[in-house]
């Protein structure tokens, strides 16, 4: 493998350290949101929440439409055009007017540059690991592809310290007038840094082997549907899993402590402990998984998946703040 291709596979795993903090930083900031965007108080908290999750259904779509991108023009340019769309979207959402300057339009606005945020990610994170495992060598593409699962949550681990540390420095007028502004600013730098050193990528092999052999499906999605609609089923069901798990026992602590009567610093501040751990060990995963199997790792996550989340926060509603903290790391 060629310095170049290698320097190419390093930029698209760590690149989803942007995807992540962009996406989950809504989250994390989320009491600060309900009450810049939608006046505060419990009926605001809810309204915040769900956005996120109706923006969260244009993943999905994302997918698809970057998907068809990859599959046609290549996965360099899926990656160009989604992360310059999740720039765009997070300085407008940086540049937004709140509730006091705009009323209910400013509530609005958020929600429909979430719907933007959301569904570039579907085509970020899909294209990335595409791309890692289209470039990996074969008897490390577990390694390899977990690059991109741990690298997103230093994305997230970056959005709850920034998010933490704008909380803890501000006092609570500023945060609301001009402060909460200051992590989507970042999250734009950080975009625009990534969209340019993208720009000198290589595209994948697996790309550049049906281009030469002309195999590039003129329909891609309908191609997959009809030779693979189990495969299909079975991915659906996998990521699911995934997607369920990260967000009910990762990105759900700060507000679920918040609402137990927590300090909305401490809260975040203990995620970022829970997403020390998560980045210690996906890449020993990613490599068991070379090693034993995909499938004894994920039927063995998909237990604890059932065991451990009702049990965990029952545990964090009662317990001390190093129990807490326990119990988020184990989620």
């Given at each position: 493998?060629?310095?170049a291709?290698q320097?190419?596979?390093?930029?698209?795993?760590?690149?989803?350290?942007?995807?992540?903090?962009?996406?989950?930083?809504?989250?994390?900031?989320?009491?600060?949101?309900?009450r810049?965007?939608?006046?505060?108080?419990?009926?605001?908290?809810?309204?915040?929440?769900?956005?996120?999750?109706?923006?969260?259904?244009?993943?999905?779509?994302?997918?698809?439409?970057?998907?068809?991108?990859?599959?046609?023009?290549?996965?360099?340019?899926?990656?160009?055009?989604?992360?310059?769309?999740?720039?765009?979207?997070?300085?407008?959402?940086?540049?937004?007017?709140?509730?006091?300057?705009?009323?209910?339009?400013?509530?609005?606005?958020?929600?429909?540059?979430?719907c933007?945020?959301?569904?570039?990610?579907g085509?970020?994170?899909?294209?990335?690991?595409?791309?890692?495992?289209?470039?990996?060598?074969?008897?490390?593409?577990?390694?390899?592809?977990?690059?991109?699962?741990?690298?997103?949550?230093?994305?997230?681990?970056?959005?709850?310290?920034?998010?933490?540390?704008?909380?803890?420095?501000?006092?609570?007028?500023?945060?609301?007038?001009?402060?909460?502004?200051?992590?989507?600013?970042?999250?734009?730098?950080?975009?625009?840094?990534?969209?340019?050193?993208?720009?000198?990528?290589?595209?994948?092999?697996?790309?550049?082997r049906?281009?030469?052999?002309?195999?590039?499906?003129?329909?891609?999605?309908?191609?997959?549907?009809?030779?693979?609609?189990?495969?299909?089923?079975?991915?659906?069901?996998?990521?699911?899993?995934?997607?369920?798990?990260y967000?009910?026992?990762?990105?759900?602590?700060?507000?679920?402590?918040?609402?137990?009567?927590?300090?909305?610093?401490?809260a975040?501040?203990?995620?970022?402990?829970?997403?020390?751990?998560?980045?210690?060990?996906?890449?020993?995963?990613?490599?068991l998984?070379?090693?034993?199997?995909?499938?004894?790792?994920?039927?063995?996550?998909?237990?604890?998946?059932?065991?451990?989340?009702?049990?965990l926060?029952?545990w964090?509603?009662?317990?001390?703040?190093?129990?807490?903290?326990l119990?988020?790391?184990?989620?």
């Amino acid at each position: 493998m060629t310095v170049a291709r290698q320097r190419s596979m390093w930029v698209a795993g760590l690149s989803t350290v942007v995807e992540w903090y962009d996406f989950t930083l809504y989250l994390y900031f989320a009491t600060v949101l309900s009450r810049v965007f939608f006046g505060g108080g419990e009926q605001a908290m809810l309204v915040t929440l769900a956005g996120f999750a109706v923006s969260y259904l244009m993943r999905p779509l994302g997918a698809l439409c970057f998907g068809h991108l990859g599959d046609r023009l290549g996965r360099r340019w899926m990656l160009l055009a989604s992360m310059a769309l999740m720039a765009a979207a997070m300085l407008a959402t940086a540049l937004l007017p709140t509730a006091a300057t705009a009323g209910t339009t400013a509530g609005v606005l958020l929600l429909v540059l979430r719907c933007v945020m959301a569904f570039s990610v579907g085509g970020e994170y899909t294209g990335v690991v595409a791309y890692l495992l289209e470039s990996a060598p074969e008897r490390r593409r577990g390694l390899v592809t977990s690059l991109a699962s741990a690298a997103s949550e230093v994305g997230a681990l970056l959005a709850v310290a920034i998010s933490a540390a704008t909380v803890a420095l501000l006092a609570p007028v500023q945060l609301d007038s001009w402060g909460w502004r200051i992590p989507f600013f970042v999250g734009a730098a950080l975009a625009l840094v990534i969209l340019v050193a993208r720009s000198g990528m290589h595209e994948s092999p697996e790309f550049e082997r049906q281009r030469r052999e002309g195999s590039i499906p003129a329909t891609p999605l309908r191609h997959v549907l009809r030779n693979h609609p189990l495969a299909v089923a079975r991915t659906f069901a996998i990521s699911a899993l995934g997607s369920i798990t990260y967000y009910v026992g990762i990105t759900y602590v700060p507000a679920f402590l918040h609402a137990q009567g927590h300090d909305e610093g401490d809260a975040l501040w203990l995620s970022t402990i829970a997403a020390v751990a998560v980045i210690a060990i996906t890449p020993l995963c990613g490599a068991l998984s070379d090693r034993i199997g995909r499938r004894p790792m994920l039927l063995g996550l998909t237990v604890l998946a059932a065991l451990l989340p009702l049990s965990l926060f029952a545990w964090m509603a009662q317990a001390t703040a190093w129990g807490i903290a326990l119990a988020a790391v184990l989620l």
